[in-house]
């Protein structure tokens, strides 16, 4: 991570994108209502994150995250702009919304359907292109219970777009996923 007085931040992260199953999973993102599709397997990532402060409550943000090794799923990329819309000793709260986009690869690999996968499954042969897959909103808050002690909490609206909401498998073009958690820090 690296973060100047000017507000510019840039971090470089290396991950796993566990990929997608067929079947139901209680590990893996997945459903049965896949089969036939077949198994996307994991691939290592490397995520680079660029953000800039335009004023104290807004920043724009930029990410990418491309494929190191393993499944050859392609690469993905984010757009964003966040605000604080509250900031006091003990609690920040920011609202965010992004653009997501894929190459050609990676949208081939989540939305499309190849002819061999329509000729497997209940899905029809789709083409997926590079471009713009979704658009999300999200809600973060962080509570400073002390120095060591804070809870973050956080909820993201995501709606599939362009390329995406046109995928037979897509079936729920709206999805929302929370987290909450507990954070330490010495």
């Known amino acids: 991570e690296y973060l100047t007085q000017s507000g510019f931040y840039s971090s470089v992260a290396i991950g796993y994108d566990f990929g997608r199953t067929d079947e139901d999973s209680d590990w893996r993102p997945g459903s049965k209502r896949l089969q036939g599709m077949g198994e996307v397997t994991g691939a290592t ?17 930029g990410e990418a995250e491309l494929r190191v090794a393993g499944h050859k799923r392609g690469n993905r990329y984010r757009l964003g702009l966040e605000s604080t819309v509250l900031e006091t ?26 002819d061999a996968q329509a000729q497997a499954s209940r899905f029809s042969r789709f083409d997926a292109e590079s471009g713009v897959y979704a658009y999300s909103l999200s809600a973060d808050w962080q509570h400073n219970f002390n120095k060591h002690w804070a809870m973050l909490v956080g909820v993201n609206v995501m709606e599939f777009r362009e390329e995406a909401d046109k995928s037979p498998v897509v079936e729920e ?12 820090s010495f």
């Open 89 to 114: 000793a003990g609690d920040v709260i920011t609202l965010g919304m992004n653009v997501h986009a894929g190459d050609k690869r990676y949208n081939q690999t989540y939305f499309g359907v190849s």
């Open 45 to 61: 990532t490397a995520t680079f994150l660029l953000a800039q402060d335009l004023t104290s409550w807004l920043s724009i943000n």
């Open 173 to 184: 073009k709206t999805g929302v996923t929370s987290f909450a958690s507990l954070h330490y």
